[in-house]
């Protein structure tokens, strides 16, 4: 079974969608229309919160600006709800803009309160002013129309909603699998491996969040010349809550789950409504009990929400669809490797304090074009400060760090990784729920310039296909041909290691820098590991790799650099260091 | 604005100050065991209150039929769970600990309203009441997901929040009540300006519940167990302490906390059943800014909420929560610029 | 997959719901009734509701036909209320709509009413006029004209400056409006406009400022228990001037929790409130009367608030209209709907509990002098002042 299984399902539902109309009643019509609304804000948070990683409880705060906006322009200067689309989609987007600039930058027990503060000043500030009808609101706003025509008639918004709501969904499809959708699916995974391929995830986040306002904006656009009455109550706190257990209902892991999770609440909500007061005379204060109840026991039975669970249980006979295998005419650029032998990296006296400890005290060594250097050293030493320093994760107290000529002491990691540097990480991160080319692609972020627009109307198809074409290369090359498919998660660590390094020569760097990459690995996948990394010397790569393990770099590296106490101990070639009577004491403990 | 105007919006706001400061620390301490943001904490206060109310007025509290109905659920669930397992033989402890121990408060209860009881022992009737609403509601619905991602246990949690004050709804009415002083009279600080004994009551009583925390968590056993299982829950299993019981232990004191919280309100302020949201809420805030981990600071952000609240209504009365919260912000980017942040606060959402 | 199924039975019971048109009886008149038995409106709702099972008590034959009632709760959620209004006139064909608590929501069912032609008797305070208001009319009397009332008893009481506090909500905007409009009239003077959030627990801030103007009387635009806060604090900062209220907290928990605080509080309300004490002249006084013996039957208890008389008169506006429309047209069509509409905007003294009412279209309300009388807290009891 193909994952197109669910493509097809969706060509299903859209034809059901079409249909729709002419089989449900009045009344079903219109709860479909608060669906399609609804579903729209949950897609925004779905992007959001499931795959930003940002809990927000104020979405229907741009659902109440954005129709506050509509309703104010065609009611006061009495133009065509058309015209209130545009002028809504600005302010909305101005005000997420604001707001977001104020907040994303507050970690991550901080920023969901942050959407409460807003969630509920907006309504608030919108109820007091004079203009907008204080907590009356507008009334008579007046409807869509096309061509002289209301749309209002016949029901006719329905197919107004739900080809907004297709067309979100289409966007939001075609983003999630760009180069923009996989640094905002890597959003999760922490904000060090999005600087080492050199994006950044605060204007990621920022971007998401004023794309998912912009969903909200459309929604609010269309319940205002739906419902033709806007007023603040249903913009309030209790609404985003309600969107947010939509998303949740459904799944916040995939697209379809706003959807669906729109769709159960709100029929959930009209059937205990039609049903509980058949059981009881409080049927009407019996519906929130047991609408909560209902809602917790889906929790417990499924976590991830509808969508969750039936790919849980369906999902491991799914075989996912890869993206086709075309020919590309060119290939993305290469960048202009130095001259062998020519120097690289330069670190001169590099001094790091925490406040009163020193972890690194005036160390200087060079890496050359083409070789490989090892930075050993016990436990202790300094090596994995020393590795933050050269990759401009952590600052310099003192001393330089020079990177093919340029001065990189004050740069950040995204800054050094755009020259040339790219890394590894010791606590491997990769995606564990993207496959393996995709894991690899993200590596060519810096390689490649489509944004998030161009993303969604799916005009980078050429781009990308260079970028998977540069992907199947890479992990060609580690040998995991023909396993694009499988999910990153599913590895054994030494070949999540050996991922990880098929992601850096994506990024095609001057300098390879590795973290620890034989910490944890049996003996069989160190043999592996070193075969290749040999390999990519003869190729031409110059690495940089920080090890604990002396016996793997001895057999492995051009020259050694060794610290002890933050201190350089020497440096030499493997033979030299071996016999060195003080690597020997640090390593062995020698006797005084 | 005169110095008499500010002294008693000062005041105001130090004694709603004490308030959220309270629930603040039973809000921080079931989140520093369980990662669960308790949104119905204010729920619990409300339904104390509510009780007392109903002690004073000689009518039966329904909170005595929501307690019930929870200790059975509780001990089903606690049956199922042991069937199971396989384990029978627990099961006689378990239907004592779920279901006979919340009768106790409740029969306790039903005497206090049918007689006519001391003030004292009506308040002591309704704190223990209340006391089982928290562990059971949290054993039937929080404990089944108690290891999913915290997005998912705050979502729950919020709609517990829902569901306790649909049942507060249906038990008691749509309608607000008072309940007597405590202690009555006023103190005069200054010869113009005078403090109610409520007032003082409060803030004593929320200064002297702080540092019984304090000392708690960081001298006694027990409390650093607590501590441990919020840390690695793995880990403290490993060193023998059993989260799902540390869990109830927080959520006891917690609620005992609420139970306290509710009657020392409930004099002052109408309270209904959905009071609880905007109490939680405002003590979430205060428990935000202590980062969910420190007291102190806890401390200093309730207060600081119950400042601003009450000098932000004198400003803008309908405006204030606006004020509030639009001055959180700037709190916020300080308090985040100054807390450790490492990139294990990434969270994968469930699968 | 237990779960799956059960979740496919609620997916199909959603959709037969929305798809079949439930069977309509033609011979009988059917009415939708909308309130709010949760959220924030629930403690008017509640009221509401009652009133409205003792009037189908009372009458539970129109115009010689049966009635079928339907009742939904809109959990004071305006979207909820425009969702219910639609499936009662879509799916369940109801000839007129009933309610609601609220004034946004009762405006969303206003909404609804409109495009789909069905006659709307509003209960809460809200109007439309002109076009907009074709289809609705409202019952509470209109705010001004109680207003009124109160600026007539502080004049007499020679107050000269009012200060103003009331809820950050819809009603408490109309109070204002009302107040703002009446007082320079009768010269007084509003000296402040202090607004506070039904949920909020202290006024302190607002009432501070309250008593430094001085005010010679404080009038509330608050309604419930929520009301009596303004008044507690005002008792705890020691005011001593006048005291006055509207019609909206005629209620006996405001009473019991404003206890001693709102003693000798003055208000306007609809005649049923202090039935027994109006003369035996008075056109409201046997309905009155009526209502409270059909409320002591079907709920054992007397009515005490005056929230519960408007659904009565609603009820018995719908009874009079379909009385006049009488066999012109089926019920369960569009043209009776038409008719009934046409019957209610132009009912002529119908005598209610509130009052008699006399609509006109394009004019929403239809009390007059007579629906207003003046009362006064008295030991916890409302005493008859005049009217």
């Known amino acids: 079974m193909n994952a197109s299984i669910f493509r097809k399902l969706g060509v299903v539902a859209a034809v059901l969608l079409a249909l729709a109309p002419l089989l449900l009643g009045g009344f079903g019509i219109g709860l479909m229309n608060d669906i399609g609304i609804g579903a729209l804000v949950a897609l925004g948070l779905v992007m959001l919160t499931g795959i930003g990683g940002v809990t927000s409880f104020g979405q229907a705060a741009f659902v109440g600006i954005a129709a506050y906006s509509t309703a104010w322009l065609t009611t006061t200067w009495h133009v065509s709800a058309w015209l209130g689309l545009p002028f809504a989609l600005v302010l909305t987007a101005l005000a997420a803009l604001l707001i977001g600039m104020l907040t994303l930058r507050l970690g991550s027990h901080f920023l969901p309160i942050s959407t409460i503060a807003w969630g509920l000043s907006v309504p608030l500030v919108l109820s007091n002013i004079e203009a907008l009808g204080l907590h009356t609101g507008i009334t008579n706003i007046a409807p869509v129309r096309i061509a002289g025509w209301s749309l209002q008639d016949g029901g006719a918004m329905y197919y107004l909603i739900w080809a907004c709501v297709g067309l979100a969904c289409w966007f939001c499809r075609n983003l999630l699998q760009s180069r923009q959708g996989r640094a905002l699916r890597s959003l999760r995974g922490g904000s060090a491996l999005l600087s080492s391929v050199g994006a950044d995830a605060y204007r990621l986040r920022l971007q998401l969040f004023v794309f998912a306002a912009l969903l909200s904006a459309l929604a609010g656009w269309l319940y205002a010349h739906n419902n033709r009455y806007v007023s603040p109550s249903p913009f309030d706190v209790h609404a985003s809550i309600e969107f947010l257990l939509m998303a949740v209902m459904g799944g916040l892991g995939q697209l379809p789950g706003a959807l669906i999770g729109a769709g159960i609440v709100i029929l959930l909500k009209n059937s205990l409504q039609d049903v509980l007061p058949l059981i009881s005379e409080r049927g009407g204060q019996l519906e929130v009990i047991v609408f909560s109840l209902l809602f917790l026991l889906l929790l417990h039975r499924a976590r991830a929400g509808f969508c969750g669970f039936v790919l849980r249980h369906m999902g491991s006979r799914l075989k996912p669809i890869l993206p086709p295998q075309i020919a590309v005419a060119q290939p993305l650029a290469m960048r202009q490797q130095p001259l062998a032998g020519s120097k690289i990296l330069s670190v001169q006296g590099a001094v790091k304090r925490f406040g009163g400890l020193v972890a690194v005290n005036q160390v200087s060594f060079d890496v050359s074009a083409g070789e490989i250097v090892g930075l050993i050293g016990p436990n202790g030493a300094g090596k994995s400060t020393m590795f933050n320093l050269v990759t401009g994760a952590a600052s310099l107290t003192h001393g330089s760090v020079h990177f093919l000529g340029t001065d990189v002491t004050k740069l950040s990691q995204r800054a050094v990784a755009r020259l040339g540097m790219a890394r590894t990480f010791q606590h491997v991160k990769l995606r564990p729920q993207m496959t393996l080319l995709d894991n690899v692609a993200l590596g060519a972020h810096l390689r490649t310039r489509a944004g998030l627009l161009a993303a969604g109307l799916r005009l980078d198809r050429a781009e990308e296909a260079r970028i998977f074409h540069e992907a199947r290369v890479q992990l060609a090359r580690i040998g995991l041909q023909g396993r694009e498919h499988e999910l990153a998660g599913a590895l054994p660590l030494g070949t999540q290691r050996m991922l990880e390094i098929a992601r850096a020569l994506v990024a095609d760097p001057v300098l390879l820098v590795l973290d620890e990459p034989a910490a944890g690995l049996r003996h069989a996948e160190k043999q592996a590991l070193g075969e290749l990394l040999r390999q990519l010397r003869r190729q031409g790569v110059t690495i940089l790799i920080v090890e604990h393990d002396m016996d793997f770099v001895m057999k492995l590296v051009d020259r050694l650099v060794v610290m002890n106490f933050g201190s350089k101990l020497m440096e030499g070639n493997p033979a030299a260091v071996r016999r060195d009577p003080q690597v020997q004491a640090a390593y062995l403990g020698g006797t005084a | ?351 | 997959m237990k779960f799956f199924r059960a979740l496919t039975s609620v997916f199909i019971a959603g959709t037969v719901t929305m798809a079949a048109p439930l069977a309509s009886f033609a011979a009988d008149l059917k009415v939708g009734f909308i309130t709010s038995l949760s959220g924030s409106s629930s403690s008017l709702g509640i009221p509401y509701g009652k009133g409205f099972q003792a009037a189908v008590a009372y009458m539970p034959e129109v115009a010689g036909k049966k009635v079928d009632v339907v009742q939904l709760d809109d959990a004071s959620d305006p979207t909820t209320a425009a969702r219910n209004a639609r499936k009662l006139i879509v799916e369940d064909k109801v000839d007129v709509l009933i309610g609601t608590p609220g004034t946004p929501s009762a405006l969303a069912i206003a909404g609804v009413a409109r495009e789909l032609k069905t006659p709307f008797i509003c209960i809460a305070n809200a109007k439309l006029e002109g076009e907009e208001g074709a289809w609705m009319v409202t019952v509470p009397q209109p705010t001004p004209l109680m207003i009124q009332g109160v600026i007539d008893q502080m004049k007499l009481a020679g107050v000269k400056t009012v200060a103003y506090i009331g809820f950050a909500d819809a009603w408490g905007d109309i109070v204002y409006d009302a107040l703002s409009k009446a007082a320079p009239a009768a010269g007084i003077k509003v000296v402040a406009n202090e607004r506070y959030a039904r949920t909020d627990t202290a006024v302190t801030g607002q009432v501070l400022k309250i008593v430094a103007t001085h005010p010679d009387a404080v009038l509330t635009g608050t309604s419930g228990t929520p009301g009596a806060l303004p008044y507690l604090a005002l008792a705890s900062r020691g005011y001593r001037g006048k005291l006055y209220g509207t019609h909206a907290i005629i209620n006996p928990d405001f009473i019991r929790v404003g206890g001693a605080a709102v003693e000798g509080l003055v208000a306007p309300t609809g005649p049923v409130v202090v039935v027994d004490q109006l003369a035996a002249s008075n056109p409201t006084r046997k309905i009155g009367l009526d209502f409270r013996a059909i409320y002591e039957k079907t709920f054992k208890t007397v009515p005490t608030d005056a929230f519960g008389p408007y659904s009565f008169d609603a009820w018995l506006l719908f009874a009079d209209a379909a009385k006049r429309v009488g066999n012109k047209a089926q019920p369960g069509t569009p043209e009776y709907r038409t008719a009934l509409r046409d019957a209610i905007v132009s009912s002529k003294e119908v005598v209610g509990t509130q009052g008699v009412y006399n609509y006109k279209p394009g004019q929403p309300f239809g009390s007059d002098q007579r629906a207003v009388v003046m009362v006064k807290l008295e030991k916890g009891q409302w005493k008859y002042l005049g009217q």
């Open chain 2, 1 to 351: 604005m005169g110095w008499d105007v500010i002294l008693i919006l000062l005041s105001d706001g130090i004694a709603n100050g004490a308030i959220y400061l309270l629930a603040g620390l039973g809000m921080v301490l079931i989140f520093s065991v369980t990662r669960v943001v308790f949104v119905p904490f204010g729920d619990v206060a409300v339904f104390s209150a509510l009780s007392l109310a109903a002690f004073e007025g000689g009518k039966l509290p329904g909170t005595i039929w929501l307690v019930l109905t929870l200790a059975a659920v509780a001990s089903l669930c606690e049956i199922g769970v042991l069937l199971r397992r396989r384990e029978p033989q627990k099961i006689a402890r378990a239907v004592l600990q779920y279901g006979v121990l919340p009768a106790v408060p409740c029969a306790l209860a039903a005497v206090v309203a049918a007689t006519q009881a001391p003030q004292l022992v009506q308040i002591v009737a309704a704190i223990l009441l209340v006391v089982p609403v928290a562990p059971l509601a949290a054993r039937i619905l929080l404990q089944p997901i108690a290891d999913a991602s915290s997005l998912v246990l705050l979502m729950a949690s919020l709609v517990m929040h829902f569901f306790l004050a649909g049942l507060g709804l249906m038990f008691m009415g749509p309608e607000g009540f008072r309940t007597q002083l405590l202690v009555d009279g006023m103190i005069n600080l200054t010869p113009d300006f005078s403090v109610s004994m409520q007032t003082l009551l409060m803030v004593s009583a929320a200064l002297v519940l702080s540092v019984l925390f304090f000392l708690f968590f960081e001298r006694t056993v027990s409390g650093k167990a607590l501590r441990a299982t919020a840390v690695n829950r793995v880990g403290a299993r490993l060193v023998g302490i059993r989260p799902a019981r540390s869990a109830m232990l927080a959520y006891i004191c917690a609620s005992l906390l609420a139970g306290l919280i509710g009657v020392l309100i409930a004099p002052i302020t109408t309270l209904y059943y959905d009071s609880g949201f905007t109490l939680g809420l405002k003590a979430f805030v205060a428990a935000i800014i202590g980062g969910l981990v420190s007291y102190p600071l806890t401390a200093v952000g309730a207060l600081a909420v119950g400042i601003v609240e009450s000098f932000g209504s004198f400003w803008s009365g309908a405006l204030k929560d606006v004020i509030v919260f639009s001055l959180l912000i700037p709190v916020l980017l300080l308090r985040s610029y100054y807390a450790t942040h490492s990139d294990e606060d990434e969270e994968e959402i469930d699968q």
